[in-house]
C-alpha cells in the first residue's frame, strides 16, 4: 500500500476552511487575513481589526484497521486569532468569534475541488490584552479522507 497526495491536498483543505470563513459577517477583509510565514510579514495598523491563520496538519492514520484498508484519515488544526483595537473593549471580539465558531460549528462539511473537509471541533478560548490589540483566539480540528493505492 502506498499513500500519494496530490501536491494540491493540503492547499485544498486550507481553502476549503478559509473560504468558509471569510463568509462570516463581522470578520476584517482579506487584505486583514495573515497567513502564516506571510511575505512580506503583516504590520497590524492601529485601530483594525485583524486575523492571523495557522495551519497545522498533523500525521495521517488508516480510517481503519482491516487487512485491506485503503482510507487514510488526515487531520490537522488551524489556529485562528482574531484581534480587535485594545481599549474598544471585548464585545466585537466576543461577537465575531462566536459568528466563527458558528460558521465552522463540528460537523461542518466543506466540499474544495472535490476534497470533503469535515470539521471535527471548534471553538474560542478567552482573550486578552498583547500590544495595541485584545486577541481572541479560536482552535479549529478537521479531517480528510483519501484511498491509499
Do not use: K
Not at 497526495?5 to 473560504?19: I, K, P
Not at 498533523?58 to 481503519?64: D, E, G, K, M, S
Not at 466563527?100 to 463540528?106: E, K, S
Request: hydrophobic share 40%; with cysteine.
Amino acid at each position: 500500500m502506498r499513500l500519494t497526495l496530490d501536491s494540491t491536498f493540503y492547499e485544498n483543505v486550507e481553502s476549503a476552511l478559509q473560504t468558509r470563513l471569510l463568509t462570516v459577517a463581522g470578520i476584517p477583509p482579506a487584505e486583514h487575513l495573515v497567513l502564516e510565514n506571510q511575505s512580506p510579514a503583516y504590520v497590524p495598523q492601529a485601530g483594525t481589526p485583524w486575523l492571523r491563520w495557522t495551519f497545522r496538519p498533523q500525521l495521517n492514520r488508516l480510517a481503519n484497521i482491516n487487512a485491506d484498508a485503503q482510507l487514510v484519515r488526515h487531520i490537522g488544526a488551524v489556529m485562528i486569532d482574531y484581534y480587535v483595537p485594545r481599549g474598544e473593549g471585548t464585545r466585537r471580539a466576543n461577537t465575531v468569534s462566536a459568528a466563527i465558531v458558528t460558521a465552522l460549528r463540528p460537523g461542518t462539511r466543506l466540499i474544495y475541488n472535490g476534497l470533503l473537509v469535515l470539521v471535527r471541533t471548534c471553538f474560542a478560548q478567552g482573550g486578552q490584552n498583547i500590544d495595541q490589540h485584545y486577541q481572541r483566539p479560536i482552535t479549529l480540528g478537521w479531517t480528510a479522507d483519501t484511498i491509499s493505492t
